[in-house]
């Protein structure tokens, strides 16, 4: 439950983004209508990255030396000072413009968690493979967890910092942005989504391995359903989850 918006902690892991990073945070210093602070978390960043960040007076920097994208994002958290936390990524994909979409909703409907869904882009921005790869996962996550989600891989997120402390999550690669959303579902904490567009990359690389990250993320989806107990749960979070839609 977010009934109002205190300060927001912006969350942003790089790894390599010196061509995208900057357009990013000035973005969401100047559009983002509510009080903030914008913490970069980079893992020893060699193409200038950690430069640009010291260069900005608004941004806060966390240098996190261990590899991968769920324990930069736990360190940022761990640091959030906001009681809403929106995570995002520094590669320039994101509408970042849009936050305040996120927000303005997650108030609205006193909501747990809002995703920025890219499933309704125009554009169609995201990559084949990647739009097949998400659709299957989302289906798999939407069937065991009865929710309503249509792209459980978005990383754009508005999340209540009070609910995160609620959950333990353990992954520490890509497969944290499913674990959170499986979490969440056992506490039936309501999970919504906003539209928003997307932007193909434009300088650097992905650091998404696809079939690694796919074998983690469906071994993440399973493992959740090991605790047979918690199905009776979830069709009680279905009900509810509906109405709210
Ligand atoms: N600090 C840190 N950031 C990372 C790491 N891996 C990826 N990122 C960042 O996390 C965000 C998402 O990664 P990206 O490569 O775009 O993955 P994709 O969007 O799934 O293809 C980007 O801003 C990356 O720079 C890491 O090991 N450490
Ligand atoms: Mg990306």
Redesign the pocket.
Known sequence: MTSKVELVSVI??????AG?ILEAVTTIYKELEYPKEIIV???NSTDGTIEIIKDTSFCKLII?P????G??LKTGMKNAKGNIIVMV???G?YEVRHINRLLDRMIQKDADMVLATRMYDPNKAMGFM?FVGNKVITFFFDFFYSQFLSDT?S?FRAISHQAIDNVELNEG??AFATEMLIKFAKEGFTMIEVPTTYKA?KY?????RRFK?GIEISKTILRGLLDADMFRKFQKNRQKNQLER
């Open positions: 942003i892991p790089t790894l390599n983004e995208n978390v980079d893992g996190e261990r590899r991968g994208y324990i930069a990524d520094g590669d994909t990647n891989q990383g690669d890509m990359r650097g690389k992905p650091k998404l990250s």
